[in-house]
C-alpha cells in the first residue's frame, strides 16, 4: 500500500486527497475479494452447466446470449445509474444481484430443478447484465478518485492482486471439485456458494465508495480542437470494426473449449483449473512487456502481432490432444 500513501504521488492533489487514499486502499482488497469471486463463482458456470448435463447447443447459449444482453444493458447504463441516483448506488445495488444470482446457483445445484441447463443460461443474462452496469459506473468513480500521476500504478497492483487472488482460488475449487467428482452438483453448490460470499465480501468495501464526484482528484477537462476529435472519431470506428470482427472469430470456437476439455477430453477438474490459471498467468507476466512494446514500437503493431497469434490457439488443440499442447495453446492465449 505504500504507492497509495506515497505523497509524492499525491503531490497537486487537494486537500481531501486524505479520504481518498482510505477509499483507494479498500478498493485494493476489494479487487481481491472480487477475483476471489470470479475464481469460485464466473469461471466455473460452463463446467457447472456440463455437469447438469447442458448440450453443446446450451452451452452456445450459456456463452453467447449474457454478452449480446450486457451489449445492450451498457447502452442503457446511464439511463439506469440516473434512476437510482448516481453512480456509487448503481455499483452498490447490482454487485448485490450479482451475489444472489451467484447464490441462486448453488440454490440450483442442491435443489435440481427441472430445465436446470435453461435456469442456468437465465442466470448467466443476468448475471451479465449486472456486471454491464457495474463496470462503467465503477470505473468513472475510480476515475475521479485516482490521481493521472498514480493512475497507472494503482491499476496494475489492483489487477495483479486480483489476478493472482483469482488464479488461487480457481485452482483451488478445482481441486475441490476433483476430490467430490462423484457428486459435482453438491461440489458446485459449495464453490458457488462461496464465491456468493465473496461477492458479499467485495459488496461490503464497494460500500466505502463515495458519492458521484465527492473526493474528485481529476482535473478539469482541456479543449479539444474540433480536428483532432474528427480524426479520433476515424480511429475509433475502425478500432470497432476490427474489434467486432476478432470477436466474432473468437466466439465461434471459444464457448466450446470447456465444452471440449470436460466433455470430449475427459479431464479433470484439478487439471481444467490449471490449464486456465496458465492463461491468467500468462496474461499477468505479460501486460507490462506488452506496455513496453507498445511504448517503442507503437500501438497498432501490438494489435497486428496479437491477431496473428490468436488464429494459432485453436490449432493447436485440435492435432495434440496432450496437455502439453494445451499448455502451450493457453500461454499463447493468455499472451494474445
Keep these: 500500500m505504500a504507492l497509495i500513501t ?13 479520504a481518498a487514499k482510505a477509499v483507494l486502499r479498500a478498493s485494493v482488497l476489494e479487487g481481491v475479494a472480487f477475483g476471489v469471486f470470479v475464481g469460485l463463482g464466473e ?16 452451452v452456445s447459449l450459456i456463452a453467447s446470449l449474457p454478452v ?8 442503457a447504463e446511464d439511463r439506469m445509474v440516473r434512476v437510482l441516483g448516481g453512480r456509487r448506488r448503481a ?5 448485490a444481484l450479482q451475489a444472489l444470482a451467484v447464490g441462486a446457483y448453488a440454490v440450483s445445484g442442491v435443489a435440481r430443478p427441472a430445465g436446470l441447463p435453461w435456469l442456468l443460461i437465465a442466470l448467466a443474462a443476468l448475471y ?14 475510480m476515475a475521479d478518485l485516482v490521481p493521472p500521476q498514480l493512475r497507472g500504478r494503482y491499476f496494475a497492483l489492483r489487477s ?25 452438483l453438491w461440489g458446485f453448490a459449495i464453490v458457488f456458494g462461496a464465491a456468493a460470499l465473496a461477492r458479499g465480501a467485495s459488496w461490503l468495501l464497494l460500500r466505502r465508495l463515495p458519492s458521484d464526484g465527492a473526493l474528485s482528484t481529476r482535473p478539469r477537462r482541456q479543449h479539444v480542437a474540433p480536428s483532432e476529435t474528427d ?21 465461434i470456437s471459444g464457448p466450446f473449449f470447456v465444452y471440449y476439455q470436460l466433455r ?38 501490438g494489435l497486428v502481432v496479437a491477431s496473428l497469434l490468436l488464429p494459432a490457439i485453436p490449432l493447436l488443440w485440435i492435432p495434440f490432444p496432450h496437455v502439453g499442447a494445451f499448455m502451450v495453446a493457453q500461454v499463447l492465449s493468455g499472451v494474445a
Design 91 to 95: 455499483v452498490v445495488c447490482f454487485a
Design 68 to 75: 449480446f444482453l450486457a451489449a445492450g444493458a451498457q447502452l
Design 264 to 301: 470430449e477430453l475427459e479431464i479433470s477438474y484439478l487439471w481444467f483449473s490449471l490449464l486456465q490459471a496458465v492463461a491468467s498467468m500468462a496474461t499477468l507476466l505479460a501486460v507490462r512487456r506488452w506496455g513496453r512494446f507498445a511504448d517503442k514500437a507503437g500501438n497498432r503493431l
Design 231 to 251: 480524426a479520433s472519431a476515424r480511429v475509433i470506428r475502425r478500432f470497432i470494426v476490427f474489434m467486432f470482427a476478432m470477436h466474432f472469430c473468437v466466439n
Design 128 to 141: 451479465a447484465l449486472f456486471g454491464a452496469v457495474i463496470a462503467p459506473a465503477w470505473g468513472g468513480i
Design 160 to 184: 495483479q492482486l486480483s489476478t493472482l487472488a483469482m488464479v488461487v482460488s480457481f485452482i483451488g475449487a478445482g481441486a475441490f471439485l476433483n476430490q467430490v467428482v462423484d457428486h459435482a
Design 6 to 18: 506515497s505523497n509524492t504521488a499525491w503531490a497537486g492533489a487537494p486537500p481531501r486527497s486524505h
Design 43 to 58: 469461471s466455473y458456470i460452463t463446467a457447472f452447466a456440463l455437469a447438469a448435463g447442458a448440450s453443446p447447443l446450451v
